[in-house]
């Protein structure tokens, strides 16, 4: 079950770390958001050194669907309505510094770095895609409004970002790892202080950065409230449409769009983590009604941390840890999110001025209507009789019949029917014994 980028890329090797090093600054995770924060410290001069716990790439990043986009869903009509003006212009301001960083970096990497126009379409409200209108215009920037989409069925209509992109992120990420001071297949097992204990060896760090998806250590920054899992899957489908863009639903629960060569990348099924969902099964009814030709050649799934606003948290880990910080909560827009942290993050770790890090801070107010949401899941299933518990916070764990794991409604770790760990933020033993 692994992804067309997976398949389709070859990926460099990293050796695996079997002695004790020291290093200014060590990051934890080896998708697309520590990859690039190292790549920007090793440009820099800054001493660096990432470890991954099993190969780079092999989670999130390497299963999104790897749009290059600062439209992200219907979100400035939200972030107008709950942060103000100014928040919502920086929002767009950074994302898109993002994006040209991406196009730049691009410009020298061969890694089917296209241009895409990007829609965002509702079903059936039309006056959702009103607001968002209302909202681009007032903070300054020209969308467009398509009545009509090229998607199979009808739509309300779509806002429309024209000249967005869409790359291969393997491909992308071979390249930009290639030469830089990464460990593979080296586990954390604790953090003491700024002392990372790896299985063979531990590392000694000035600064550390976690960019593990979801946070793994509990006590600093109360993530585990401030975040939830979402799960989506994708089919990559020969001898279907070719959609000409990049295609969204307002609805986290609807359909995706985009083609990669041959393949139409058809995205949906999406549910909260540990919930019940469509999952490759409605894909492939969505496949057989509107695209009976076609031939299915992978299928994957992906899984997204939202955090209580929409905004990704990106920055000191918590106001008490100078010296530790994170990047987390991208939804689905991982990749602007990702090449977005990594400029705040070295920013910040070499003590230089940021203009759009304050907006994105960890340490923002939590008091959001999501807060509640999240409080009431955990308690919920922290009181559910399950012999399978989640070792993260202790949580029942539900059985994914399409997936065969044993999924966490809490905060999304996900585990294999042998106990190995899949998802974080469970973080213990690679193996369960008790699943």
Known sequence: MKSIWLNESKLPEFPELNK?????????????????????????????????????CSGTTGNTTAKITYQ????????????????????????????????????????????KDNYVYSVNDRELLENEMSALEKIGYKADYCNRTSLPFETAGAVKFPKQAQFNPVKFLSSVAKGMNIYENT?????????????????????VIVTTHF??????????????????????????????????????????FRNYGDYLLLGGGGHRTGKSGGNWSELRSFAKKYYPDSEEKYFWAAQDCIT???????????????????????????????MLSAMILCDKV???????????????????????????EAAKNLLTFSTKRCPHLGCA????????????????????????????????????DDL
């Open 20 to 56: 004790d090093i020291k290093t200014d600054v060590l990051i934890i995770g080896g998708g697309i958001a520590g990859i690039l924060t190292a790549y920007f410290l090793h440009k820099n001069g800054v001493k660096y050194a990432l470890v991954e716990k099993g190969r780079i």
């Open 215 to 256: 946070p793994f250590i509990n006590k600093h920054g109360s993530y585990f409230l401030k975040l939830y899992q979402h799960r989506s899957y994708v089919l990559a489908l020969k001898n279907a449409q070719n959609v000409d863009g990049m295609y969204v639903d307002e609805n986290r629960k609807g359909f995706s």
């Open 308 to 338: 209580l606003d929409d905004i990704p948290y990106i920055g000191n880990y918590s106001a008490g840890t100078p010296d530790l910080y994170t990047a987390c909560g991208f939804g689905k827009w991982g990749m602007t999110g990702s």
């Open 72 to 115: 992200h869903g219907l979100i400035y009509h939200k972030i107008l309505k709950s942060a103000g003006l100014e928040t919502a212009k920086i929002y767009l301001q950074a994302n898109k510094r993002a994006f040209e960083e991406y196009a730049a970096l691009s410009r020298n990497i061969d890694c089917d770095y296209e241009i």
């Open 187 to 207: 586990f954390v097992r604790e953090m003491v202080g700024n002392t990372a204990v790896t299985e063979n060896g531990k590392i000694n760090a000035e600064k």
């Open 350 to 376: 070499m003590e230089k001025q940021n203009e759009f890090a304050e907006i994105f801070s960890p340490s923002r107010s939590i008091l959001k209507p999501q807060l509640f949401v999240n409080g009431f």
């Open 397 to 432: 764990l539900k059985w994914n019949s399409a997936e065969r794991s044993w999924d966490c409604p809490c905060h999304g770790s996900r585990f294999s029917e042998r106990g190995e760990v899949l998802d974080n933020p469970a973080n213990g033993a690679k193996k369960r």
